[in-house]
């Protein structure tokens, strides 16, 4: 009798602490959900415009194109980053300014310390394909 009686009341007092705790894991997996519809509603526009903007002014390094899928599996080494920049005759800070990152990512990828997200893998792929005064056209509009 007393076991069951301490047994009802441990029952109890577990649900009393853990009840409000997964009215707040709910909420907290509802506010992801939400966060995650809104990141993917927000990049969606975001590539809209990277679009637009490409075809505006002429460049295209972040435009989507049907090879993309192709493109996300291209090797991108640390060594040929640094060839292509150097190809180009662009500094660093030159080429983060291209790619909108910053300097100190394009010495991470350089020294193989990280390596490129697909887009801007995507990116480096088409900078790999310019020529200098293709370059010199981005940087300076």
């Known amino acids: 009798m007393l076991k069951e009686e301490i047994s009802r009341v441990s029952r109890k007092e577990i ?3 853990c ?3 997964r009215k707040q894991v709910l909420t ?3 506010t992801v959900r939400d966060q995650q ?3 993917e509603r927000l990049e969606r526009a975001l590539s809209k415009m990277v679009a637009q903007t490409a075809t505006d002014t002429g460049t295209a390094l972040y435009a989507t194109t049907s090879g993309e899928e192709e493109s ?3 090797r991108v080494t640390p060594a040929s980053i ?3 920049r150097l190809r180009l005759n662009l500094s ?3 080429l983060s300014e291209l790619l909108s990152v910053s300097t100190n990512t394009i010495v991470r990828w350089e020294k193989g310390m990280s390596s490129p997200r697909s887009h801007h893998r995507t990116a480096l792929l088409r900078v790999r394909d310019m020529g200098r005064r293709d370059v010199v056209r981005i940087l300076e509009g």
């Open 92 to 94: 660093q800070a030159e």
């Open 28 to 30: 907290l997996r509802r």
């Open 15 to 17: 649900r009393n602490v």
């Open 72 to 74: 996300t599996r291209a």
């Open 37 to 39: 519809v809104s990141l």
């Open 19 to 21: 009840d409000p705790l």
């Open 82 to 84: 640094k060839r292509h």
